[in-house]
Nanobody
């Protein structure tokens, strides 16, 4: 599967952005999907994940209550709605796909099989 992330940009603190990840290829609904981010000089970190069916979602503590992950299997897309953005949310955001049946360890980047190219999110103070 190929992944294409979009929707990044520059926004003021307190604003919102909506990231999308479009998947091409077959069997998108078989993949668990995740969003990760990497800030300059820092390691890539987990942001959010969603199971193949959409029934399970996971978030890192720092984004709980502000970010929402969702998916549309009919459109082969996964979305990250980001509200109440903070300067510390500034990073390159990546979407990723995990083909493991059980979907365990979705917060681990090593779990994922495919990655998109990333989209820059910059939050100004």
């Amino acid at each position: 599967v190929q992944l294409q992330a979009s929707g990044g940009g520059l926004v003021q603190a307190g604003g919102c952005l909506r990231l999308s990840c479009a998947a091409s290829g077959r069997s998108f609904s078989n993949y668990h999907m995740g969003w990760f981010r990497q800030a300059p000089g820092k390691e890539r970190e987990f942001v959010a994940a969603i199971s193949w069916s959409g029934t399970r979602t996971y978030y890192t503590d720092s984004v709980k209550g502000r970010f929402t992950i969702s998916r549309d299997n009919a459109k082969n897309t996964v979305t990250l709605q980001m509200n109440s953005l903070k300067p510390e949310d500034t990073a390159v955001y990546y979407c990723a796909a995990d083909n493991d049946y059980y979907g365990l360890g979705l917060s681990l980047s090593s779990q994922y099989d495919y990655w998109g190219q990333g989209t820059q999110v910059t939050v100004s103070s």
